[in-house]
């Protein structure tokens, strides 16, 4: 199975500030990478799929990037309403697997 | 608008067995792959099954073969998840979500849609 390594685990940010998450994955895998968001008590939301193309009505604030083992997600300039989790998704192969997360919290 | 929901979770003692059921809408349910996803609390998120829009094919989780099924029943607009041999560690949040992909078999482009979860507790 394909392991996904998200760092950091935790971001302490501000409103403004540039922020990049990385993930790793243990084989190559392409573009088939995915970005979510989750906030506490609610399900994920998309962000980014194809390792760098923005889903319909998310801020281009966001932005991915990365193709083989190592990917990043840049947030341009931190608002009040991006603090949340990150996950990672590897859709190369079966069985699908997530990284750990990242949160983000306000500093 | 595009909506699923979750049913069927609950309080279920270890060995026994649970269906979780995902009611979809506004979209044409038939051309879309769906994935159940797991959330144990305070942990991360963790991919447990898809099936093809056309119900050809199945994959798992290593955690969850052979004890857990996806399946799907087009003429209802409806995903099911049956859970048997239930264990402590499949105490979770459980959502349904929509492949992004239209017709999608191998391909994924991640999951656009998800529904609200359903909780699920395994517990003596």
């Known amino acids: 199975d394909i392991q996904l390594t998200q760092s950091p685990s935790f971001l302490s940010a501000s409103v403004g500030d540039r922020v990049t998450i990385t993930c790793r994955a243990s084989?190559?895998?392409?573009?088939?990478l995915a970005w979510y968001q989750q906030k506490p008590g609610k399900a994920p939301k998309l962000l980014i799929y194809?390792?760098?193309t923005l889903q319909s009505g998310v801020p281009s604030r966001f932005s991915g990037s990365g193709s083989g083992t190592e990917f990043t997600l840049t947030i341009s300039s931190l608002q009040p309403e991006d603090f949340a989790t990150y996950y990672c998704?590897?859709?190369?192969?079966?069985?699908?697997?997530f990284g750990q997360g990242t949160r983000l919290e306000i500093k | 608008q595009v909506q699923l929901v979750e049913s069927g979770g609950g309080v279920v003692q270890p060995g026994r067995s649970l269906r979780l059921s995902c009611a979809a809408s506004?979209?044409?349910?038939?051309?879309?792959?769906m994935h159940w996803v797991r959330q144990a609390p305070g942990k991360g998120l963790e991919w447990v099954a898809v099936?093809?829009?056309?119900?050809?094919?199945?994959y798992y989780a290593d955690s969850v073969k052979g004890r857990f099924t996806i399946s799907r029943d087009n003429s209802k607009n409806t995903l099911y998840l049956q859970m048997n041999s239930l264990r402590a560690e499949d105490t979770a949040v459980y959502y349904c979500?929509?492949?992004?992909?239209?017709?999608?078999?191998?391909?994924?482009?991640?999951?656009?849609?998800w529904g609200q979860g359903t909780l699920v507790t395994v517990s003596s």
């Open positions: 998704q590897q859709l190369n192969s079966y069985p699908f697997t």
């Open positions: 099936i093809w829009y056309d119900g050809s094919n199945k």
């Open positions: 084989q190559g895998i392409s573009s088939y």
């Open positions: 506004g979209f044409t349910f038939s051309s879309y792959g």
């Open positions: 979500a929509r492949e992004r992909l239209l017709y999608s078999g191998y391909d994924s482009m991640g999951s656009d849609y």
């Open positions: 194809a390792a760098s």
